[in-house]
């Protein structure tokens, strides 16, 4: 019996090392955060006054491409979704491509 308690220890003994090493290349996989929410490599939405891609080392740089939806009260819409503007019964909001809002009437 306890050489069957040590022959399982040593061979569960290398487990909880490889989790650590597996855990330590998932956080270097190119994810780039924003309001706290988490983007793939090549990710395209607005941040602060252009629309940004998520890069390969997980960082946020300028881009031409459209955007690939925009943020209100801290939820992605996707390019040309509309929300209603809050307070308001008679105007509503349509997300552009560049990821900024655009105001119209409500229809």
Do not use: H
Not at 51 to 64: K, L, N, R
Not at 99 to 107: D, L, M, V
Request: proline content about 4%; glycine content about 8%.
């Amino acid at each position: 019996m306890l050489r069957a308690l040590l022959i399982a220890s040593i061979a569960l003994a290398p487990l909880p090392a490889l989790a650590q090493q597996t855990s330590a290349t998932d956080a270097s996989s190119g994810r780039c955060l924003l309001a706290g929410k988490s983007f793939s490599t090549g990710a395209t939405i607005r941040a602060a006054s252009s629309v940004m891609q998520c890069d390969a080392s997980g960082e946020w740089t300028a881009t031409q491409s459209p955007a690939a939806g925009c943020f209100l009260a801290d939820n992605l819409y996707s390019v040309g979704a509309t929300a209603a503007v809050a307070g308001s019964k008679t105007v509503t909001e349509t997300c552009n491509l560049d990821g900024t809002w655009t105001e119209k009437p409500a229809s």
